[in-house]
């Protein structure tokens, strides 16, 4: 089915590099948010956007994690000048509409291994 | 954000029934108790929510206590596939500002065979 869709599925970078992570999110959703999930860990929130606006960024770690979904549908998280501590796994989620309880649709996530 | 505390790991064996506990005390009145799941090397999936009822969908049925400070999640019969580590998670109904999903570090399930 049409679910959630990330790529790469794997990146493995050297430190210093700059990385790009794609999702497409399911047709149609109006919310999509970025997570962090480090080995053994819980996802983490990175940010969140309702169509093409950010409105929420606090959980990106430093300046130099950016996202964007400039047309309100793919999304793009950027990493400049990796550090071996973004080792982790990249996970997009979307949701249809901007309502409270609606479930989260995860994909599969982006391993990224700095080097 | 209110918080939840679940046990690390559980182990149940195949074709019993399994009860995830998830203790929140500090839940507010707006808060939905919400589960995901989420299988190796796969994101997290939705799994059942609920307010002040207990729920039951397709997937599992969702218990929660009377004073709502504690909830079980219940898997009627485990299977093989039901190994994961499930996550219990506080959603506030305030329309702003509360979109994110707060995840902690969940309850590694282990199915024996």
């Known amino acids: 089915g049409a679910g959630v869709s990330q790529s790469p599925r794997y990146k493995v970078a050297k430190r210093g590099q700059d990385v790009a992570l794609r999702c497409d999110p399911i047709?149609?959703?109006?919310?999509l948010f970025w997570y962090q999930q480090a080995l053994g860990q819980g996802p983490e929130f990175l940010t969140y956007?309702?169509?093409?606006?950010?409105?929420?960024k606090s959980g990106l770690p430093s300046d130099r994690f950016f996202a964007e979904r400039p047309e309100g549908s793919v999304s793009t998280l950027k990493i400049q000048r990796t550090q071996q501590e973004d080792s982790a796994v990249y996970l997009c989620a979307s949701s249809p509409h901007r309502v409270q309880n609606e479930k989260l649709f995860f994909g599969s996530g982006t391993q990224l291994s700095v080097l | 954000d209110a918080k939840t505390t679940q046990p690390n790991s559980m182990e149940s064996n195949e074709e019993e029934p399994v009860h995830l506990p998830c203790n929140h005390s500090t839940i507010s009145g707006t808060d939905y108790i919400h589960w995901y799941r989420q299988l190796p090397s796969q994101g997290p999936e939705y799994v059942i929510h609920?307010?002040?009822s207990n729920v039951n969908n397709r997937m599992a049925s969702l218990a929660i206590a009377e004073d709502r400070k504690s909830s079980t999640l219940i898997l009627h019969r485990a299977t093989l596939r039901d190994a994961a580590v499930y996550y219990c998670?506080?959603?506030?109904?305030?329309?702003?500002?509360?979109?994110?999903?707060?995840f902690g570090t969940g309850t590694r399930l282990t199915i024996i065979p």
């Open positions: 956007f309702q169509n093409e606006a950010q409105l929420d």
């Open positions: 609920g307010l002040t």
């Open positions: 047709s149609g959703h109006v919310s």
């Open positions: 998670i506080l959603r506030s109904s305030r329309v702003f500002g509360n979109e994110k999903l707060t």
